[in-house]
């Protein structure tokens, strides 16, 4: 049911103008139940709700089935692997709002997700030796014009039909790849 999957993504989440700083998560493997739909993957905006914070079910069925990452700074995820029990079309990864982040050794299961790592008004990100393992439209969509200073180093992008996705008006060299 709708209800049982609400809580299922690792939410890590401030509060505009009081952001969660300096967290770092290694070697973990979590196993998600998926069924995410592209209308879910899609929803443009959820709601602060700060009267409710810090209820994990509060945001209802969030557009990132892995870890969705608000109103942050100094996130880290080292060697970090995330499974599906089913199917999901929503992205493994979303940050929003977030700044310093890294992702170092990030692997998920992907199954034809439009995106699998999803970046929204996101600042100096680093990606880093990570892989979609499975199909994916994009390894990495800017979401915005607001992101910013983001580099992709040795990442195996063999299973993205494309490497990067932007929206229109994103500045020339925001995204750095070697």
Known sequence: ???????????????????IENITLSDLHFLHPGTGT???????????????????D????????GFWVRHARGIVLDNVRLDLVEPDLRSAFLADDVAD????????????????????????AFIRGSRALGPVGSFLDLADT?????????????????????????VAGTVKQS
């Open 101 to 124: 982040l890294e992702l170092s050794g990030f692997r998920a299961d992907s199954t034809r997700a439009a995106h699998f790592i999803r970046l929204r008004r996101t600042r100096r």
């Open 146 to 170: 607001a992101s910013t200073d983001i580099a992709l180093v040795g990442n195996d992008t063999r299973h993205a039909s494309s490497p990067v996705t932007v929206v229109a008006g994103v």
């Open 58 to 65: 509060m945001f209802g069925v969030l557009p990132a089935w």
């Open 1 to 19: 049911t709708r209800t049982s999957r609400v809580a299922n993504t690792n939410i890590i989440a401030g509060l505009p103008g009081h952001p």
């Open 38 to 56: 592209a209308e879910e993957a899609d929803r443009p905006d959820v709601p602060e709700l700060p009267e409710r914070y810090p209820e994990n």
